[in-house]
């Protein structure tokens, strides 16, 4: 899927009920296997980039935290994964 397919696309297809209740170091490598690589951190926040210019934003308070299912979703959002995107990454089974 090109960029503009995953710009345009809407995640309607994920079920986020599926999400777990990942930590912070689980998500953290999710970005990093799919090609992203960190750019800046800011406190809590650290902003990673993908070559195809996609962006996404972890926030976080410890390498232990957990993120509820509504910032899980925030953040594959911006990332612009799909299901078979959580599937491959194992965020999802």
């Known amino acids: 899927m090109n960029l503009r397919s995953r710009l345009l696309s809407d995640s309607v297809g994920i079920d986020y009920g599926q999400l777990r209740n990942l930590t912070a170091r689980e998500i953290i490598s999710a970005p990093v296997r799919d090609g992203f690589s ?21 926030v976080f308070h410890g390498s232990g935290s957990t993120f509820t299912r509504k910032t899980l979703k925030s953040m594959i959002e911006q990332a612009g994964w799909t299901e078979e995107d959580l599937k491959r990454l194992k965020l999802i089974s």
Do not use: A, L, N
């Not at 960190?38 to 972890?58: A, E, K, L, N, W």
């Open 38 to 58: 960190f750019d800046r951190g800011d406190g809590s926040h650290q902003i990673y980039y993908h070559p195809d210019r996609r962006r996404v934003t972890v």
